[in-house]
């Protein structure tokens, strides 16, 4: 099924889906890859499984013709991110990602890193902004660090600050979907873990709702981790992920 025009353009809902490869071997990551390939479009390698196998397995994965996303969520003063981005795009990844509360210049300092790697032999990776991860409820938010702000009003101003800094797009829970794009607008993309089929359990995610849900509120990825990987068929679970967002969606023109 094709979809509409927003950040990921005229992409189809297989193209949407991003595989969270949470497996600290490379073995079982490629034969996740090979599994489920046919129903993803993306994969995300995040710190279990760059921690373990570094450069050279990132490496591996992308001989498999697959695009990656690469979520280690870099968090520091801006020359380091920046230095630490251009090593990071400079391998071919497809998109990468840092977290919006390192502020306006630590984001801008990635965003220039990476788009200065253009002109070069590297391919340009989209740069994301982690906005509040999807495990923290507004309970959490509000008493441990100290945000008074309604969740939704966070996000969408770490948004807004992300857009201002040249990123691409964001990581956010579908609960901010339609805010962060009626503030952001089309050309910027959002990408939205804490997603779960109604088949699935919610583990330690807090602001969930199903795939479907989440393309539909305006989500132009959603990340999809415990409900394939750790499925007795991964192959038919990411299948059915696929099947039911394309059921879910019906003729919307989302
Ligand atoms: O297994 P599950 O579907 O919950 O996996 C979600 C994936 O998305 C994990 O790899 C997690 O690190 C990542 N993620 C997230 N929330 C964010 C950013 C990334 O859950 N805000």
């Known amino acids: 099924m094709a979809l509409g025009n927003r950040a990921a353009g005229s992409a189809t809902t297989r193209d949407r889906i991003i595989l969270a490869l949470d497996v600290s071997s490379l073995a079982d990551a ?6 489920t390939r046919e129903s993803v479009g993306m ?10 196998v570094g ?3 990132l490496r591996a994965v992308m001989s498999e013709g697959v695009s990656v ?14 230095r630490a981005s251009r090593v990071l795009a400079a391998t071919g990844v497809a998109m990468l990602n840092v977290h919006c509360l390192g502020g306006l210049r630590m984001m801008k300092a990635a965003a220039d890193a990476v788009g200065s790697l253009q002109d070069g032999s590297a391919r340009h990776a989209k740069v994301i902004g982690v906005t509040v991860l999807t495990s923290l409820s507004q309970d959490e938010v509000t008493s441990e660090l100290g945000i008074e702000r309604p969740l939704v009003d966070q996000v969408t101003a770490l948004a807004l600050n992300a857009k201002k800094a040249g990123l691409d797009g964001v990581v956010a829970s579908p609960w901010e979907v339609s805010s962060i794009r009626k503030a952001c607008g089309d050309g910027f993309a959002i990408v939205t873990p804490g997603v779960r089929p ?3 359990g919610v583990d330690d995610q807090r602001r969930v709702t199903t795939p479907g849900e989440a393309i539909r509120s ?17 192959r038919s679970a990411a ?8 059921a879910e969606l019906g003729e919307c023109e989302c």
């Not at 490629?30 to 599994?35: G, H, I, P, Q, R």
């Not at 996303?69 to 920046?82: A, S």
Request: no cysteine.
């Open 30 to 35: 490629l034969s996740l890859v090979k599994a």
């Open 43 to 52: 994969y995300k390698v995040g710190m279990e499984l760059f921690y373990s």
């Open 55 to 57: 450069i050279p397995g």
């Open 69 to 82: 996303f690469l979520d280690l969520k870099l968090h520091d003063i801006p020359t380091t991110v920046e």
């Open 198 to 200: 109604r088949w699935a």
């Open 218 to 234: 305006g989500a132009d990825y959603v990340v999809v981790g415990r409900a394939v990987t750790r499925d007795k068929d991964p």
């Open 239 to 246: 299948a059915r992920v696929l099947t039911d967002i394309e």
